[in-house]
């Protein structure tokens, strides 16, 4: 098998079978949310369709198509992404994609396109990739990757054979997890986890980089200003991690809290036993008032529409020291 992740040897064995039987569809969508690696799943079926000698199940690294691929630079894999600086993915980008793919093959006869962030296209952008997805040519397949299936128009869906990617098996993806980062007991594990939202690559981002460290030192921050112990400056200017981790973390901590109210949590990690305390004497009303703005917050941060944000941060911080009932 490919160098995939355990949870997406499925979808790759499905994809294989299609390719021996000559029935390969043209239209992919691959649906994962992210920190879940189908980049890599990606990349690795667009190099096995190009290989020019693959066994059975891989390609071979060695031959002119496998080199040129991960040189980068290979003629018939294009890689169509939202620019860095751009909202969304411009039609322009789409159009250029379609005259690509209707060139003649260069190397081995396939041609590949990935649309990364599908969701990221406009309604323009959809109506060019459904030209293209019902004219693809011979020998052309698009991979269209997308965090939820609901974000794309049906349209679009109807002509796509779709591969859930999602880890969902908590246990497999706990294992993997175990095997790549053996300095950590079970409990570490389970809670980088439990705090990356079930992503398994941010949770492994989380154990390497000593995330915990960082966090327990939040959610002491979190914890001075619920008690009044520290301003509520300290919050709204914490440099601990960037905004958006901050975000996500106070997210996770006051979700946790919700949780706590109505589950007893049997876990002996310290962070979830400290939301537990917090939410003891909490207002649960403000509590999901306030989850709902953090997470406004995080989809304008992801979609780079968020103003202000010092601003957003104060105002965050106000709504958190108003939760604990006298
Ligand atoms: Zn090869």
Redesign the pocket.
């Known amino acids: 098998m490919a160098s995939i992740f355990p949870w997406q040897n499925l979808a790759y064995k499905q994809l294989q079978q299609s390719y021996e039987q000559q029935r390969l569809p043209h239209g992919v969508l691959l649906t994962a949310q992210s920190g879940s690696g189908v980049e890599l799943f990606a990349r690795n079926w667009g ?1 096995f369709l ?5 066994t059975s199940s891989e ?9 040129l ?1 991960e040189a980068g630079t290979h003629p018939d894999f294009h890689w169509i992404e939202r620019h860095e600086d751009k909202k969304q993915i411009s039609i322009d980008q789409i159009r250029a994609l379609t005259s690509q793919l209707h060139e003649t093959s260069s190397l081995s006869g396939w041609r590949i396109a990935v649309i990364y962030q599908t969701e990221k296209l406009n309604a323009n952008g959809y109506n060019a990739l459904l030209k293209t997805l019902e004219e693809p040519g011979s020998n052309t397949q698009l991979l269209l990757l997308a965090e939820q299936r609901s974000a794309i128009p049906a349209t679009i869906i109807s002509r796509c054979q779709q591969y859930n990617l999602q880890a969902t098996d908590n246990q497999q993806v706990l294992n993997w997890l175990k095997q790549q980062s053996t300095d950590h007991n079970d409990e570490s594990i389970s809670f980088a986890l439990q705090v990356s939202h079930g992503a398994p690559l941010d949770a492994l981002q989380w154990l390497q980089n000593n995330e915990q460290d960082s966090f327990s030192q939040f959610l002491e921050l979190l914890s001075d200003v619920y008690y009044g112990r520290q301003t509520l400056l300290s919050l709204s200017d914490c440099k601990l991690v960037e905004p958006y981790q901050l975000l996500k973390w106070w997210e996770f901590t006051v979700s946790m809290m919700i949780k706590s109210r109505h589950i007893r949590f049997t876990s002996e990690n310290k962070s979830l036993q400290r939301a537990a305390e917090l939410a003891e004497n909490a207002d649960e009303r403000l509590l999901f008032r306030l989850r709902d703005n953090i997470l406004f917050q995080l989809k304008e941060l992801r979609e780079g529409i968020a103003l202000n944000m010092p601003m957003q941060l104060d105002d965050l911080a106000t709504q958190w020291s108003k939760i604990r009932q006298a």
């Open positions: 190099q190009l290989c020019q000698n693959q390609h071979c690294g060695r031959c002119k198509s496998c080199l691929f």
